[in-house]
C-alpha cells in the first residue's frame, strides 16, 4: 500500500468517526427529548452532565466502549454489542426466577385473621411445581431487574426477545446511564413499558436495600403479579457488582411481607375511632427544639449492662421506654417519663398488667400509635396518640378534617423506632439508644435477661430463624433478622433526614450508622437534675390536642362516608371465570391495582395487599406450568380470591368497629 493509498483510508476512517460521533450526538438529543416527557428531573440532570468516572471512547474502527477515568481500564472486553448479546444469550439459556415468599408469616398471632390462614392453605395446595422455561421466549415475563446500563444495548436485545410486563433498572453509575444515552433508542424502550399492562422503573442506587425498597414502592401501583417470576440481570461484573447481587438476591424474598390484610386494617380503624371518643389527646405540631438527654430505652440483650448507669442518671434525663422494656424497669426499680407502644393486639394490655403495677404505671405518659387497643392506653392516666404513617385510622383523621396531619416517621417495624421517632417529635436532640441492639451475639440472649419475654411460656424458637451476620457496634459482627434490620436502618435513614441530632449508641449489638459507637464504660454520668414533670408538662399541653369531632362515629355513619369507596369498589374486583392469557391477566391485574391505589377512604389499605397477594400467586402458579395444571391452579386462587372478599366485604360491613379480643394465655403461651 502506498502513501497515498494510507492517506485515503486514514481519511475514510476519520470521517466514519465523525460519522458515528454525529450519529451519537444526534441520539443523545432525541433521547434527552424522550426523558424529558418522561421525567422533567431526569432531563434536567443529564443535559449539561458532566462524567466523573466514566468517559466515552471511539478508536479509529469507529468502536464504541467506556474508559474508566481513574484506572485506564476499559469497561467491555469487545466490541460492546457482541458482549451484551453473549450476556442476553446465556441468561435465556438457564433463566431462573428469584424466590418471593407468598406466605404470612403472622398465622400464629392471631387465629382470627382468616387472611394469614387461607394464604398459607393456598400455598400449601398450589405447591412447588416444577417450572417449564421451554417457551420463555414466548411467555410473559412479570419482572426483570437489569442491574447496570454501559451502553444499554441488553436492553434493546432483551425487550426484542422477551415479552417483558415489567422491568426495573437500576445503575450505581450516572456516568453509565449518561452512556446510554448516545447509544441506544430510549424512546423506543419507553413506548414499550407505556403499553397497557406494563411498567418500567429507573433507579441510580449504590446500595440494594433502595432498590428492593423502591421495587416494592412501584409494585404497590402496577401490581404484585409481577412478583410471582421475578429475574434478574448483571450486566457489568464486578466485585462490587456481585456484592450487590448477592444481597439482593437474599434479601428481595420479603418484598411481600407487610402486605396489610382486611382484618387487621378494620382492628386499626376501630381502635383509631375509639380512642378518639374517648377524647385521647392527638400530636397536632412538633415539640420545640431541646438539647436535653433522653435516653430511648429498648429491652435487647445490652439492657443488663446498662441498667446500673440509667439508675444512676434517671434523674438527669428523660426516660422513655419501648414495649416490654417497662417490666424490665419495673424490676430494676426504674420509672420511665412516657412508655410508648406501637402494637394494636388486645394481648398488649395483658402483657403491660402481668409485668407492672398500677401504683408503678401512675404518673407515667403513656404515648401509642392510634391504632393501640384503647384498653392499653386505659391502663395508664396520662394517654396520647399519635397518627401511623400509611394507615386506614390516619386516612379516617383527615378525612373528619384534621389539617397538616402529624405523623409519626420511620415508627415501624420495632417499637424502639416508635420511641425514637417520639424523642424526635418531642423536640429532643440529645439522645442516648440504650438496649436498642437490633442484633444479638448470641442468638439465645435476643432480650434482656429479666425481661418478660423469658418469664412466659414463649415456645416458639423463632428468635434463631433466619438469622443474617452485620457489622457489629462494639465488636465485628452480630446477628439479626429481618426485621430488626428493618429497623436498624430506618433510623439510619431518619439521621440523613435530621440536622443538629446526637445519638449516642453504647450496645452490644447492631452498628447503626450516624449514631456514635460509645463503650459502656466509657459513658459519661449526666451533671444536672432536670424538673421532670415540668418539662414534659410543658411539652404535652403544647403539641397534644383533644379531637373533638368524632365522637359521633357509629358504623352507619362510618359506612354511608368513609367507607363508601371501599363499598363501590366490590364489583370491580372480579377474576374471570376462566384463565385468561398471562398478558391479558396482568393487564386485568394492574387495572384492578391501579383503581385500589388511587381510591379514597380507606379502600386502599384494605384492599391493597389481598389484590396483590392474590396476583402474585397467579404470576408464579400459572405461567411456567403446563396449561392443566395452570388452569387448575388458576382456579384455586379464583376461588380462594372470591371467598376471601365476600368474607372482608362481610367484616366491614357488619362489624366495622369490633375492637380486638384475642386474648393471651401466658401458660400454654396460645391465644384465644
Known amino acids: 500500500m502506498n502513501q497515498l493509498d494510507t492517506d485515503l483510508e486514514r481519511l475514510l476512517r476519520k470521517m466514519e468517526v465523525e460519522q458515528k460521533l454525529a450519529e451519537m450526538n444526534l441520539q443523545f438529543a432525541q433521547n434527552l427529548e424522550a426523558i424529558r416527557a418522561l421525567d422533567e428531573n431526569l432531563y434536567d440532570e443529564f443535559r449539561n452532565y458532566q462524567p466523573k468516572t466514566l468517559r466515552i471512547e471511539v478508536d479509529n474502527e469507529g468502536l464504541v466502549n467506556l474508559r474508566h477515568i481513574q484506572t485506564g481500564d476499559l469497561a467491555y472486553n469487545e466490541d460492546p454489542r457482541i458482549q451484551s448479546g453473549k450476556q442476553v444469550d446465556a441468561f435465556l439459556r438457564a433463566p431462573a426466577p428469584l424466590v418471593i415468599n407468598g406466605g404470612h408469616n403472622n398465622e400464629s398471632s392471631n387465629p382470627k385473621y382468616r387472611f394469614a390462614r387461607m394464604i398459607n392453605r393456598l400455598q400449601e395446595d398450589l405447591g412447588n411445581p416444577t417450572l417449564d422455561f421451554a417457551d420463555f421466549e414466548k411467555k410473559p415475563l412479570p419482572l426483570l431487574v437489569v442491574n447496570g446500563v454501559g451502553f444499554g444495548y441488553h436492553i434493546e436485545l432483551l425487550i426484542e426477545r422477551l415479552d417483558i410486563m415489567g422491568v426495573v433498572i437500576n445503575d450505581g ?35 440494594p436495600r433502595p432498590l428492593i425498597s423502591s421495587i416494592k414502592g412501584a409494585i404497590s401501583s402496577a401490581g404484585a403479579g409481577h412478583l410471582g417470576s421475578l429475574f434478574y440481570f448483571s450486566h457489568i461484573k464486578s466485585d462490587m457488582n456481585n456484592a450487590f447481587e448477592d444481597i439482593f438476591k437474599r434479601e428481595v424474598g420479603t418484598l411481600l411481607e407487610g402486605a396489610g390484610f382486611i382484618e387487621d386494617e378494620q382492628v386499626g380503624l376501630a381502635h383509631t375511632v375509639q380512642n378518639l371518643i374517648d377524647a385521647k389527646p392527638l400530636l397536632r405540631s412538633v415539640g420545640a427544639v431541646k438539647d436535653l438527654p433522653v435516653f430511648v430505652i429498648g429491652n435487647g440483650p445490652s439492657l443488663d449492662n446498662l441498667l446500673p448507669y440509667i439508675k444512676k442518671n434517671e434523674a438527669k434525663a428523660i426516660l422513655i421506654s419501648c414495649g416490654t422494656t417497662l ?64 394507615d386506614i385510622g390516619t386516612d379516617f383523621l383527615r378525612h373528619i378534617g384534621i389539617p397538616d396531619l402529624m405523623e409519626a416517621p420511620f415508627s415501624n417495624p420495632t417499637v424502639v423506632n416508635f420511641g425514637f421517632s417520639v424523642a424526635v417529635l418531642l423536640g429532643f436532640r440529645n439522645v442516648t439508644l440504650l438496649g436498642a441492639d437490633f442484633g444479638m451475639h448470641d442468638a439465645d440472649k435476643h432480650h434482656a435477661t429479666s425481661s418478660i419475654q423469658f418469664d412466659v411460656a414463649e415456645r416458639e424458637d423463632s428468635q434463631r430463624l433466619n438469622m443474617v451476620e452485620v457489622k457489629g457496634n462494639l465488636r465485628d459482627k452480630v446477628l439479626t433478622q429481618y426485621f430488626l ?51 414534659c408538662g410543658e411539652i404535652f399541653s403544647e403539641i397534644f390536642e383533644v379531637v373533638s369531632d368524632a365522637t359521633s362515629v357509629d358504623s352507619k355513619t362510618l359506612k354511608s362516608g368513609f367507607l363508601k369507596p371501599f363499598f363501590n369498589l366490590r364489583k370491580h374486583l372480579k377474576l374471570p371465570p376462566k384463565k385468561p392469557a398471562a398478558d391479558e391477566f396482568f393487564r386485568i ?84
Request: hydrophobic share 40%; proline share 5%; net charge negative.
Open 173 to 207: 453509575s450516572k456516568d453509565s446511564f449518561f452512556a446510554s444515552l448516545f447509544t441506544i433508542d430510549w424512546q423506543r424502550i419507553i413506548d414499550y413499558f407505556r403499553m397497557r399492562g406494563r411498567f418500567m422503573l429507573v433507579q441510580f442506587d449504590k446500595e
Open 485 to 535: 434490620n428493618i429497623g436498624r436502618q430506618n433510623i439510619e435513614q431518619f439521621l440523613i433526614d435530621l440536622d443538629g441530632m446526637t445519638v449516642m449508641n453504647p450496645n452490644d449489638g447492631a452498628y447503626i450508622q450516624g449514631a456514635v459507637p460509645v463503650p459502656e464504660g466509657q459513658m459519661k454520668d449526666l451533671s444536672a437534675e432536670i424538673d421532670k414533670p415540668l418539662v
Open 327 to 390: 417490666s424490665t424497669l419495673f424490676k430494676a426499680g426504674i420509672k420511665p417519663d412516657i412508655h410508648v407502644e406501637q402494637e394494636r393486639p388486645y394481648a398488649i394490655k395483658q402483657w403491660l398488667e402481668r409485668g407492672t403495677t398500677p401504683d408503678y404505671r401512675a404518673g407515667i405518659k403513656m404515648i401509642g400509635l392510634n391504632t393501640v387497643h384503647p384498653e392499653t392506653l386505659g391502663l395508664f392516666n396520662d394517654s396520647y396518640i399519635i397518627a401511623k404513617p400509611n
Open 589 to 672: 391485574m394492574v387495572e384492578q391495582s391501579q383503581l385500589v391505589q388511587s381510591s379514597h377512604g380507606g379502600a386502599r389499605l384494605l384492599l391493597q395487599g389481598p389484590v396483590s397477594v392474590f396476583a402474585f400467586f397467579f404470576a408464579r402458579s400459572c405461567i411456567w406450568v403446563d396449561d392443566e395444571i395452570a388452569q387448575y391452579n388458576y382456579q384455586l386462587i379464583r376461588s380462594c380470591y372470591n371467598d376471601y372478599l365476600s368474607f372482608g366485604f362481610g367484616l366491614m360491613r357488619d362489624a366495622p368497629l369490633a375492637l380486638d379480643d384475642l386474648k393471651h394465655d401466658f401458660e400454654t403461651g396460645k391465644t384465644y
